[in-house]
């Protein structure tokens, strides 16, 4: 290296500082206009008028997936995208929408992308974000537009959404195209336009840059969803470019949240049949339920919501999202315990999983008896100024107000941790059979990885329910589901109407975490085999593992996971890989590892 020049930090330091960071070191992503381009890497040719390239570095939200500086711009409107689409195709090119990167599959990029690959990032997030009513229960909004503005939009018209990913800063278009979706199952409390599978489902019409084979070149497209075509767009997985969809929505109606920490795993998870506080029965009484259990611990954090026109006395009114302090903005004992741990003392992975259950406790009750028992090490870290800064923002067990402000409660700012992620459909008689099948799996799992001094997970599990994707709810007739979802059902089991939704977190850098994960996703498709209940992968997060790797078994990628979407007859897999391919077969909007998993 020459004088003034540094190395930087290695990838297993970057993954790391992400994690003890959140936010803050996610951002440290370079950004060099073309002028300031080396001469090996010249912008690329002959771009449409009006179009400004520049270089960054791609990287996910858990850092997994990062990249050489690549050439990136920010289209002004559709028709420039359509512009860009001609070009590419004409030069060689690739188009792949981003937006604020929250995923951890490489559907965007691949890992390690170099800076010479013909690909151009498209960021919609910047002028793709325009937002209008055209009817009382129907949005039209652009792609590039953050759930967050969304819904605080619908909210100044008095309209909402049964459920959405927690996050907020999250693309419309992302979410979409690997069908995002919340948690909550219909009750008596449904509400006219309101959905409880993906957000995809919700789409009654879309735009699209398509191919037109007579003319040519690319153009605009707009699919309504009675469209047979529109089911392979709802859920894409990056292999279109949608520009706007109309989506239907309903009446908002106030939401309460209320926080349980006091239900013993071997409670809330037990086997079907043996009562007390199940979710099963959460979910029956309230039709909305998550639980958050952090590994090494006994009771998880369980948030149950339920619909309330007047706040409820005890409750606390919130008028914006994000009302959990204590995991948006890391405290300073988690972060230093995190500091450790990634740093290569992975055996503080109890510690963690407590310390986290701990904070949120204090955080949502101000309960200290557990602080009191806990031991001197975490009672050292949970003392004085830690303390008082976990319960400043007031207590936030039972809160209230318009859906939106309870509906999404993650910022960038939080643990950057990656995950698995699965759905299994299943009868609705059947989710606490699930649940306490994967749970009690995983319990065990993970006391024989620590028997041999192996600590893969120090992340939560997160559980939700949901319902599948009824093309009902898009108040279309004859709309079909989304043909990728996995909440899209089989025809061949009606009485299917329930997906649990089953996500293992960890640090990326956690030595073990591929097998143990694999160990997981194993497991699950034995037991939910297709007979009482089947299996299907979360886009968006780690699925296909090796041993050593993610995305990557080749029986699963090749096999196993388009079998899931063709079991059960219907249009499926196959016919969403050949509408894709008809209105994109130069495969401007793919790349390398969608060419190897979305194959004829």
């Given at each position: 290296?020459?004088?003034?020049?540094?190395?930087?930090?290695?990838?297993?330091?970057?993954?790391?500082?992400?994690?003890?960071?959140?936010?803050?070191?996610?951002?440290?992503?370079?950004?060099?206009?073309?002028?300031?381009?080396?001469?090996?890497?010249?912008?690329?040719?002959?771009?449409?008028?009006?179009?400004?390239?520049?270089?960054?570095?791609?990287?996910?939200?858990?850092?997994?997936?990062?990249?050489?500086?690549?050439?990136?711009?920010?289209?002004?409107?559709?028709?420039?995208?359509?512009?860009?689409?001609?070009?590419?195709?004409?030069?060689?090119?690739?188009?792949?929408?981003?937006?604020?990167?929250?995923?951890?599959?490489?559907?965007?990029?691949?890992?390690?992308?170099?800076?010479?690959?013909?690909?151009?990032?498209?960021?919609?997030?910047?002028?793709?974000?325009?937002?209008?009513?055209?009817?009382?229960?129907?949005?039209?909004?652009?792609?590039?537009?953050?759930?967050?503005?969304?819904?605080?939009?619908?909210?100044?018209?008095?309209?909402?959404?049964?459920?959405?990913?927690?996050?907020?800063?999250?693309?419309?278009?992302?979410?979409?195209?690997?069908?995002?979706?919340?948690?909550?199952?219909?009750?008596?409390?449904?509400?006219?336009?309101?959905?409880?599978g993906t957000l995809s489902n919700q789409v009654t019409s879309l735009t699209a840059v398509v191919w037109d084979e007579p003319g040519g070149r690319y153009r605009l497209r707009t699919f309504d969803r009675a469209e047979a075509d529109s089911a392979a767009f709802l859920v894409h997985l990056g292999r279109a470019f949608l520009t706007e969809v109309e989506i239907r929505v309903g009446a908002d109606r106030p939401l309460r949240c209320r926080s349980l920490l006091d239900i013993p795993a071997d409670e809330l998870f037990a086997p079907p049949g043996r009562g007390g506080r199940t979710l099963a029965g959460f979910v029956e009484e309230s039709g909305r339920a998550e639980a958050i259990w952090f590994p090494?611990?006994?009771?998880?954090?369980?948030?149950?919501?339920?619909?309330?026109?007047?706040?409820?006395?005890?409750?606390?009114?919130?008028?914006?999202?994000?009302?959990?302090?204590?995991?948006?903005?890391?405290?300073?004992?988690?972060?230093?315990?995190?500091?450790?741990?990634?740093?290569?003392?992975?055996?503080?992975?109890?510690?963690?999983?407590?310390?986290?259950?701990?904070?949120?406790?204090?955080?949502?009750?101000?309960?200290?008896?557990?602080?009191?028992?806990?031991?001197?090490?975490?009672?050292?870290?949970?003392?004085?100024?830690?303390?008082?800064?976990?319960?400043?923002?007031?207590?936030?067990?039972?809160?209230?107000?318009?859906?939106?402000?309870?509906?999404?409660?993650?910022?960038?700012?939080?643990?950057?941790?990656?995950?698995?992620?699965?759905?299994?459909?299943?009868?609705?008689?059947?989710?606490?059979?699930?649940?306490?099948?994967?749970?009690?799996?995983?319990?065990?799992?993970?006391?024989?990885?620590?028997?041999?001094?192996?600590?893969?997970?120090?992340?939560?599990?997160?559980?939700?329910?949901?319902?599948?994707?009824?093309?009902?709810?898009?108040?279309?007739?004859?709309?079909?589901?989304?043909?990728?979802?996995?909440?899209?059902?089989?025809?061949?089991?009606?009485?299917?109407?329930?997906?649990?939704?089953?996500?293992?977190?960890?640090?990326?850098?956690?030595?073990?975490?591929?097998?143990?994960?694999?160990?997981?996703?194993?497991?699950?498709?034995?037991?939910?085999?297709?007979?009482?209940?089947?299996?299907?992968?979360?886009?968006?997060?780690?699925?296909?593992?090796?041993?050593?790797?993610?995305?990557?078994?080749?029986?699963?990628?090749?096999?196993?996971?388009?079998?899931?979407?063709?079991?059960?007859?219907?249009?499926?897999?196959?016919?969403?890989?050949?509408?894709?391919?008809?209105?994109?077969?130069?495969?401007?909007?793919?790349?390398?590892?969608?060419?190897?998993?979305?194959?004829?």
């Amino acid at each position: 290296m020459g004088v003034g020049e540094s190395a930087g930090p290695s990838r297993r330091e970057l993954l790391g500082l992400s994690a003890v960071l959140g936010g803050a070191a996610w951002l440290l992503r370079g950004t060099i206009g073309p002028d300031s381009a080396s001469a090996d890497q010249s912008p690329p040719p002959s771009l449409p008028a009006g179009v400004v390239p520049y270089r960054r570095v791609y990287q996910n939200w858990s850092g997994e997936v990062r990249t050489d500086e690549l050439w990136t711009c920010s289209p002004t409107s559709p028709e420039q995208v359509v512009a860009l689409a001609d070009w590419a195709r004409a030069n060689g090119w690739r188009l792949r929408a981003q937006g604020y990167r929250h995923t951890w599959a490489p559907l965007t990029v691949p890992d390690r992308t170099p800076a010479a690959t013909r690909v151009l990032l498209v960021d919609t997030g910047e002028h793709l974000t325009g937002m209008s009513l055209t009817g009382p229960s129907t949005v039209r909004v652009q792609t590039g537009t953050t759930m967050e503005d969304l819904l605080a939009f619908l909210a100044g018209h008095g309209l909402g959404v049964a459920a959405c990913p927690a996050p907020g800063e999250l693309t419309v278009g992302g979410v979409l195209a690997i069908g995002g979706h919340g948690t909550g199952v219909p009750g008596a409390d449904q509400v006219p336009g309101h959905g409880y599978g993906t957000l995809s489902n919700q789409v009654t019409s879309l735009t699209a840059v398509v191919w037109d084979e007579p003319g040519g070149r690319y153009r605009l497209r707009t699919f309504d969803r009675a469209e047979a075509d529109s089911a392979a767009f709802l859920v894409h997985l990056g292999r279109a470019f949608l520009t706007e969809v109309e989506i239907r929505v309903g009446a908002d109606r106030p939401l309460r949240c209320r926080s349980l920490l006091d239900i013993p795993a071997d409670e809330l998870f037990a086997p079907p049949g043996r009562g007390g506080r199940t979710l099963a029965g959460f979910v029956e009484e309230s039709g909305r339920a998550e639980a958050i259990w952090f590994p090494f611990t006994d009771r998880p954090w369980l948030k149950v919501w339920s619909t309330s026109p007047r706040q409820p006395f005890g409750s606390h009114a919130v008028q914006q999202p994000y009302n959990y302090p204590f995991s948006d903005n890391i405290p300073e004992p988690v972060s230093d315990l995190v500091a450790r741990l990634t740093g290569g003392a992975w055996e503080l992975a109890p510690l963690l999983g407590q310390l986290q259950y701990l904070v949120a406790r204090l955080g949502l009750t101000g309960d200290v008896s557990d602080l009191l028992l806990s031991g001197s090490l975490l009672g050292d870290l949970l003392s004085g100024d830690a303390l008082t800064h976990l319960l400043g923002g007031g207590l936030r067990s039972d809160l209230w107000g318009p859906s939106r402000t309870v509906l999404q409660y993650v910022r960038p700012s939080t643990l950057r941790v990656t995950a698995s992620g699965y759905a299994v459909l299943a009868r609705r008689t059947d989710l606490q059979w699930v649940v306490s099948e994967f749970c009690g799996y995983y319990q065990q799992l993970l006391k024989e990885y620590q028997g041999r001094g192996e600590y893969p997970v120090n992340g939560p599990v997160e559980i939700r329910v949901t319902d599948l994707d009824d093309p009902a709810w898009s108040g279309v007739p004859g709309a079909l589901p989304p043909l990728l979802s996995a909440l899209r059902p089989r025809p061949d089991r009606p009485d299917w109407d329930t997906a649990v939704w089953l996500d293992v977190l960890t640090f990326p850098t956690t030595p073990g975490r591929e097998r143990f994960s694999r160990d997981i996703e194993q497991f699950l498709l034995r037991v939910f085999d297709g007979r009482r209940a089947g299996l299907r992968v979360e886009w968006s997060k780690g699925w296909a593992y090796t041993a050593d790797a993610t995305w990557a078994d080749p029986e699963l990628l090749r096999r196993t996971i388009p079998d899931s979407l063709r079991a059960g007859g219907g249009p499926g897999w196959d016919e969403a890989v050949a509408v894709l391919d008809r209105y994109d077969p130069h495969r401007v909007f793919g790349n390398a590892f969608l060419d190897g998993l979305l194959r004829p």
